[in-house]
């Protein structure tokens, strides 16, 4: 039996779902559908990426309306939300300016009184040192219903995600957890008598905590962990003693957001550190805006840490019909090319779109260039004619399995900034060549602040690249936001093959790695045959 926590009137209660399917879900439709009443979500945005935000919560942030984020809620998650969600930031950040507890207990209840699904989007866990109280309080003052999910805090995972264990047999059976704003609320002879302890929000206060556990009787060389940005690309471990922690720490600009690990435990962290073969390392992944990235899921199988930077966005071309004029007259082409997943994609949208399906191909034949562009295809319950056997457009003409004198091809590709190449080799060849716009690639507006942040920190090991353009659109971004070659000195740059690398080495007068099979899969090997 699965049991559900039901918030309603300031009661409660357990319920099992068996006994609530017919009223509770029928009126709230499993707590995201519309009521006659609006409903609040608490909701713990854990460290502030998908990565850690639970499965609920994810739900949750899709069918929002309203959003109240403080200043720890991250531009990651916020890119769940619908686009017509309304986004309200209350941040309450130590030391800045807040928005008023009373204002913020105000908007909720204002909300909360409307037929609309709101969110109260909180850092870590909403009942830890997450001022759910009043919130809460106001919330059941007003009548609203509410519903409080939890996340996942950065006091548990911060020391996990640094190789650190909380627990332990013999070095750690239990641990303290609390906030350094004000130190004076402990009993520090008290606190040094347990074997770990844990503070948030505590950069400012290290120094301190060190001098009153050492003043409390705690040895000087009892290790300590400081673990920043826990969770994220730019996430940074320090590890010492009480003694020497805050002369290592003394030239780091910002420590903030970080978790103080004390204890003997902190000593495993080397028998506790990731085994896989790219564990450590940070890289940085360029693909386009609108696609997840199946490379992204290669890499974090060995270990990596993957932060994925948008360096495309792919779109309509500025018109169809040259498209449309293409699919009309399907049947007085010999061969239909697709160089990338993007060009299959829109291909079939507008076939579609125009009323057709695959059988409108009739007994045109198909020539693919890539696995991925492949594998594409074969989601439309189709297999290519003919792939070259090198993965690239350059071998296409090489290899292509019929005389291309007088075939009829059609090709579509981006509008702009694709490669001639090709089809000036088929033409030289005498095929008869329609290029016509199926898509279009643009460059982001700006790049996204937590990569910025991550290169600025110098913690990203490596950045990949999979075209010439997120190549060109990477190194556009960059200078847009004042960077320049020295931002990327400290990292290795990883290319799928020879094109790609070209254009590194017109950019960036180098390229580390390229991979020796042009594939997402030869990209990764490449990868682990030099970094591990």
């Known amino acids: 039996m699965r049991w559900v926590t039901c918030w309603r009137y300031g009661c409660g209660v357990f319920l099992s779902d068996f006994v609530l399917a017919s009223n509770f879900n029928a009126r709230f439709d499993g707590g995201l559908g519309r009521s006659h009443m609006g409903k609040v979500f608490l909701l713990g945005a854990g460290l502030g990426t998908k990565n850690y935000l639970t499965v609920r919560g994810w739900e949750i942030l899709q069918r929002a309306e309203v959003v109240i984020y403080d200043a720890l809620g991250s531009q990651e998650l916020l890119d769940l939300l619908p686009q017509d969600c309304?986004?309200?930031?209350?941040?309450?950040?130590?030391?800045?300016?807040?928005?008023?507890?009373?204002?913020?207990?105000?908007?909720?209840?204002?909300?909360?009184?409307?037929?609309?699904?709101?969110?109260?989007?909180?850092?870590?866990?909403?009942?830890?040192f997450g001022?759910?109280?009043?919130?809460?309080?106001?919330?059941?003052?007003?009548?609203?219903?509410?519903?409080?999910?939890?996340?996942?805090?950065?006091?548990?995972?911060?020391?996990?995600?640094?190789?650190?264990?909380?627990?332990?047999?013999?070095?750690?059976?239990?641990?303290?957890?609390?906030?350094?704003?004000?130190?004076?609320?402990?009993?520090?002879?008290?606190?040094?008598?347990?074997?770990?302890?844990?503070?948030?929000?505590?950069g400012?206060?290290?120094?301190?905590?060190?001098?009153?556990?050492?003043?409390?009787?705690?040895?000087?060389?009892?290790?300590?962990?400081?673990?920043?940005a826990a969770g994220l690309p730019e996430q940074q471990v320090w590890t010492g003693t009480l003694q020497t922690i805050t002369k290592q720490t003394a030239t780091v600009q910002k420590l903030s957001p970080c978790v103080?690990?004390?204890?003997?435990?902190?000593?495993?962290?080397?028998d506790y550190m990731d085994r896989a073969p790219l564990g450590g390392k940070t890289i940085l992944?360029?693909?386009?805006?609108?696609?997840?990235?199946?490379?992204?899921?290669?890499?974090?199988?060995?270990?990596?840490?993957?932060?994925?930077?948008?360096?495309?966005?792919i779109r309509e071309p500025s018109t169809w019909e040259p498209l449309d004029q293409a699919i009309a007259t399907?049947?007085?082409?010999?061969?239909?090319?697709?160089?990338?997943?993007?060009?299959?994609?829109?291909?079939?949208?507008?076939?579609?779109?125009?009323?057709?399906?695959?059988?409108a191909l009739g007994k045109l034949k198909i020539a693919v260039v890539g696995k991925k562009t492949e594998k594409f295809l074969r989601q439309h319950g189709l297999k290519a004619d003919y792939i070259p056997p090198d993965f690239i457009a350059d071998s296409l003409v090489e290899n292509f399995p019929d005389p291309l004198q007088n075939q009829k091809i059609l090709f579509p590709r981006v509008e702009t900034g694709g490669r001639k190449i090709l089809v000036q080799e088929l033409a030289q060849q005498g095929a008869q060549v329609v290029e016509v716009p199926a898509y279009e690639s643009g460059c982001p507006r700006q790049i996204p602040a937590a990569v910025w942040q991550a290169l600025e920190a110098q913690t990203i090991d490596l950045v990949t690249f999979a075209s010439s353009k997120?190549?060109?659109?990477?190194?556009?971004?960059?200078?847009?936001?004042?960077?320049?070659?020295?931002?990327?000195?400290?990292?290795?740059?990883?290319?799928?093959?020879?094109?790609?690398?070209?254009t590194c080495l017109n950019l960036f007068q180098r390229v580390d790695l390229e991979a020796e099979v042009y594939t997402l899969e030869g990209l990764r090997d490449v990868i682990l045959d030099n970094c591990v």
């Open 330 to 359: 399907l049947e007085t082409f010999d061969w239909l090319i697709l160089t990338s997943a993007n060009g299959v994609e829109y291909f079939f949208q507008r076939l579609e779109t125009l009323g057709k399906d695959v059988r």
């Open 470 to 502: 997120t190549v060109r659109n990477f190194w556009q971004l960059i200078q847009q936001q004042g960077g320049d070659l020295a931002l990327l000195k400290p990292l290795k740059i990883a290319s799928i093959g020879p094109q790609t690398s070209q």
């Open 86 to 128: 309304l986004r309200l930031f209350v941040g309450k950040r130590g030391g800045q300016k807040s928005t008023p507890q009373e204002e913020i207990n105000r908007l909720l209840v204002e909300h909360g009184q409307s037929p609309k699904r709101v969110v109260r989007l909180k850092g870590g866990d909403p009942y830890i």
């Open 204 to 228: 400012r206060n290290l120094e301190d905590i060190c001098r009153r556990l050492m003043a409390a009787g705690r040895s000087p060389h009892l290790p300590v962990a400081i673990v920043r």
């Open 260 to 270: 103080i690990i004390v204890g003997q435990v902190v000593s495993l962290r080397e």
């Open 131 to 202: 001022r759910s109280h009043p919130e809460i309080l106001a919330l059941q003052g007003a009548g609203c219903d509410f519903e409080v999910i939890p996340g996942i805090s950065s006091a548990f995972a911060a020391p996990l995600l640094a190789g650190i264990p909380l627990t332990h047999k013999d070095l750690g059976r239990g641990f303290f957890v609390g906030t350094a704003h004000d130190l004076e609320a402990f009993d520090w002879t008290a606190l040094a008598q347990l074997e770990t302890l844990v503070f948030l929000m505590g």
């Open 285 to 313: 992944i360029t693909r386009a805006a609108s696609q997840s990235s199946e490379f992204t899921k290669l890499l974090a199988e060995t270990g990596a840490k993957v932060l994925e930077m948008p360096a495309l966005e």
